[in-house]
């Protein structure tokens, strides 16, 4: 194992410090805490607060998405490990300016038991919390981590979503109401060509061979649906999304958020390649492209690979949330 780190049992530690310091203008680490939350407070009086989290080895979710137009904070638990209910609380209560506080939740059991936990402890406090879980993924149900789908790459939309909402003054019954409405369309797929090294682990997650890559590999690490040998960008779109397609429905003329997100080690080179290609095939599908992002939003260490999310446009305001100015580190 090669990685630039010092004793790994503080890794997280030492990466949130580095965070904070590095990027004060945007974060503050609550004392006693792995939980960050804006360092412009005024920025979220009289609005509701949306917090997010998860294991770490995400960078830079979620932290990277904590500002004015996304998150109000986020928590990181240990590496690919839920945080704690008592970081959530915290965050949870930096977070809530007398509006309530939204959260924002992969599907994973141990995020979903510690941030319920968490929501139980603020209500004794009267600070109303609703929640969305993300299940996005749609390569395999009921993985090592997860009851259902599991939560991946297309988070990154729903913070964007709910945060601009908030942003804008929307009241939290309004923000639950739209992300339960928003979740079902947002979907993603991945493909990897090499695992992931936990750092106190000292080895990766899985193997392959040079030559090899899984379709579905989860941001864990989790197994996919098939292994085979290594294709053209062109036949790896054109798996994904015929996985994609059949899981929306695609029909000519449906408008669509693209999200082609790197797992760490890929380069953007690669990234802008995939793209243009999933582009293309769109195209083909005669269907609308209304926004795209490429880029490394919701990593999995230094795995190679790429997931491939869609967002299907249903309500032209969605359109407008994804345009709307954020100023945070990632976005």
């Known amino acids: 194992m090669k990685k630039i780190i010092n004793d790994p049992k503080n890794v997280v530690n030492e990466m949130v410090s580095g965070l904070v310091r590095a990027y004060p203008q945007y974060l503050q680490k609550i004392e006693g805490t792995e939980a960050m939350v804006r360092s412009n407070e005024a920025s979220m009086v009289d609005k509701v607060g949306i917090i997010s989290g998860g294991g770490s080895g995400h960078e830079p979710a979620h932290a990277g998405f904590v500002g004015p137009g996304m998150l109000s904070g986020a928590v990181a638990g240990q590496v690919f490990t839920s945080p704690t209910p008592d970081q959530i609380y915290e965050a949870i209560k930096a977070a809530n300016h007398g509006k309530g506080v939204f959260c924002v939740v992969k599907n994973y059991s141990g995020d979903i038991m510690n941030f319920d936990m968490a929501k139980e402890l603020a209500e004794i406090d009267d600070i109303e919390v609703k929640m969305v879980v993300v299940d ?17 790459a297309g988070t990154i939309f729903m913070h964007k979503i709910v945060g601009a909402a908030a942003d804008q003054g929307a009241t939290l019954a309004e923000i639950d109401a739209l992300a339960q409405k928003v979740m079902p369309n947002i979907k993603t797929i991945a493909v990897a060509l090499s695992g992931a090294t936990v750092p106190e682990v000292g080895k990766p997650g899985f193997e392959l061979a040079d030559d090899e890559i899984e379709y579905g590999v989860g941001i864990h690490g989790e197994p996919g649906y098939r292994r085979e040998k290594l294709k053209p960008s062109k036949e790896l779109v054109q798996e994904l999304l015929s996985k994609l397609k059949d899981a929306f429905g695609m029909k000519p003329n449906d408008k669509y958020a693209v999200l082609v997100n790197g797992m760490g080690a890929t380069p953007l080179m690669e990234q802008y390649v995939f793209m243009n290609d999933t582009l293309d095939q769109l195209t083909d599908e005669k269907v609308e492209v209304a926004f795209t992002k490429v880029g490394n939003y919701m990593t999995s260490l230094e795995m190679a690979g790429i997931s491939l999310t869609l967002f299907k446009i249903e309500d032209d305001e969605w359109l407008s949330y994804l345009n709307y100015t954020v100023d945070t580190i990632a976005w």
């Open 136 to 152: 996005d993924d749609i390569a395999v149900e009921d993985s090592l981590y997860t009851q259902g789908k599991r939560g991946v």
